[in-house]
């Protein structure tokens, strides 16, 4: 077998210009895309623009708030975690020096303090993640579409609930800043799906 074959490719005549050649030979000609000596098929056929997934009929092509709450309760738990573990380092290093403790005691002590203040960060964000979550799942349900005002919507009931046991002034502080955090996240999206989509077209 020659190495030329492996240069050309199959064009395929119409039906017409079969018809009235009978049986002609194909045609050959060149091009950057080879055929395969192996397979009785021309590769260029199977390239896709996009990448092609099954999805059930009538699902959406992107996962839901449901679908997406348990990775994001793990995720600020693991956060709150890390966030107050350093934390608990810093003051256990100022406190025991201030103590002048040393050996097995200041090491305890290190341990208490991160232990302590890493669980209670983790259990903070982990409260608020599952706040959000919940509000952004019934909203998704009542309203039958997931979008940013879901979101924003969502943020701003999470620091509502959260602070409402603090008595009226907190509990809209709390209002206030999870309407703040939620309407920037919504921003930065709108800005990256316009970037993107701007991207597309100068390509």
């Known amino acids: 077998m020659s190495d030329d074959f492996l240069k050309e490719t199959f064009s395929i005549p119409s039906s017409a210009t079969a018809a009235s050649a009978n049986y002609a030979p194909v045609s050959k000609t060149y091009s950057s895309a080879p055929v395969s000596p192996y397979l009785n098929y021309d590769s260029r056929y199977l390239l896709q623009a996009q990448p092609e997934f099954i999805f059930p009929e009538g699902a959406n092509k992107q996962r839901g708030r449901f679908e997406l709450a348990f990775s994001q309760i793990g995720t600020s738990v693991m956060i709150g ?3 107050g573990g350093m934390a608990g380092v810093y003051n256990g290093f100022k406190v025991t020096k201030a ?3 040393t050996g097995k005691l200041r090491r305890t002590q290190l341990i208490n303090h991160i232990m302590k203040q890493g669980s209670g960060t983790a259990n903070t964000l982990g409260t608020l993640a ?3 979550s919940a509000c ?3 909203l998704q349900f009542v309203r039958g579409e997931d979008d940013h005002i879901n979101t924003v919507i969502a943020g701003s009931a999470t620091g509502l609930l959260y602070k409402s046991t603090a008595g009226l002034r907190r509990c809209t502080f709390g209002g206030a800043i999870g309407l703040g955090i939620s309407s920037l996240y919504c921003l930065y999206l709108l800005a990256h799906e316009n970037s993107t989509n701007s991207s597309h077209k100068l390509l």
């Open 81 to 83: 975690g890390g966030i």
């Open 136 to 138: 952004g799942v019934l």
């Open 130 to 132: 599952v706040l959000y």
């Open 99 to 101: 103590l002048k403790q």
